[in-house]
T-cell receptor, first 113, second 115 residues
Framework: DAKTTQPPSMDCAEGRAANLPCNHS???????VYWYRQIHSQGPQYIIH???NNETNEMASLIITEDRKSSTLILPHATLRDTAVYYC??????????????FGQGTRLTINP | SAVISQKPSRDICQRGTSLTIQCQVD?????MFWYRQQPGQSLTLIAT?????????ESGFVIDKFPISRPNLTFSTLTVSNMSPEDSSIYLC????????????FGAGSRLTVL
């Protein structure tokens, strides 16, 4: 699996957009970018994933660069409840059922009032 | 998406004892994953449990220490054997919540403290 690099921590003001970067310069053509977050004392929660096109859902937007070597998770209007550790994971979709996910250290995002 | 119930949610155990953690899913799933999260650390995969076959363990984890059962498609157990304080962690199970998309749903975890 491609290795990812994320800043260890970030701060963002409540109500502003939180932009979380992730570098995955060794990503392969069949590998997707997944984002999960873990709010304190809870299990990780899936946010979004994509291959090469930008993706948006009710939680966030995912912007993947054209060369696919980096991506940005955008929380458009951050709230205090978005304070969490955010994990960027790269994994191939092999079509053989669920695949294990390897978690890095993630980015600890703190939303400030 | 799948809903996972884990028991116990937390426990305090004595050194040398064993604890079995249960993971119940509200739908049938092929694979279940067991993770460990040590204090202040990220998640580390312990093993993958398929129904009807032996669990597949990751490097650094062995069956004698972390035996896993998978009796049916909705249930699994992880036992932490002969515990030491270094086993104090949160143990989480997860399953695929969206077939074919490799999206995992996680349980709330079982927080284990070993004295």
């Amino acid at each position: 699996d491609a290795k990812t690099t994320q800043p260890p921590s970030m701060d963002c003001a409540e109500g502003r957009a939180a932009n979380l970067p992730c570098n995955h310069s060794t990503i392969s053509g069949n590998e997707y970018v997944y984002w999960y977050r873990q709010i304190h004392s809870q299990g990780p929660q899936y946010i979004i994933h994509g291959l090469k096109n930008n993706e948006t859902n009710e939680m966030a937007s995912l912007i993947i660069t054209e060369d696919r070597k980096s991506s940005t998770l955008i929380l458009p209007h951050a709230t205090l409840r978005d304070t969490a550790v955010y994990y960027c994971i790269v994994r191939a979709l092999l079509g053989q059922g669920a695949q294990k996910l390897v978690f890095g250290q993630g980015t600890r995002l703190t939303i400030n009032p | 998406s799948a809903v996972i119930s884990q028991k116990p949610s937390r426990d305090i155990c004595q050194r040398g004892t064993s604890l079995t953690i249960q993971c119940q899913v509200d739908s049938q799933v092929t694979m279940m994953f067991w993770y460990r999260q040590q204090p202040g650390q990220s998640l580390t995969l312990i093993a993958t449990a398929n129904q009807g076959s032996e669990a597949t363990y990751e490097s650094g984890f062995v069956i004698d220490k972390f035996p896993i059962s998978r009796p049916n498609l909705t249930f699994s157990t992880l036992t932490v054997s002969n515990m030491s304080p270094e086993d104090s962690s949160i143990y989480l199970c997860s399953v695929e919540s969206r077939t074919g998309a490799n999206v995992l749903t996680f349980g709330a975890g079982s927080r284990l403290t070993v004295l």
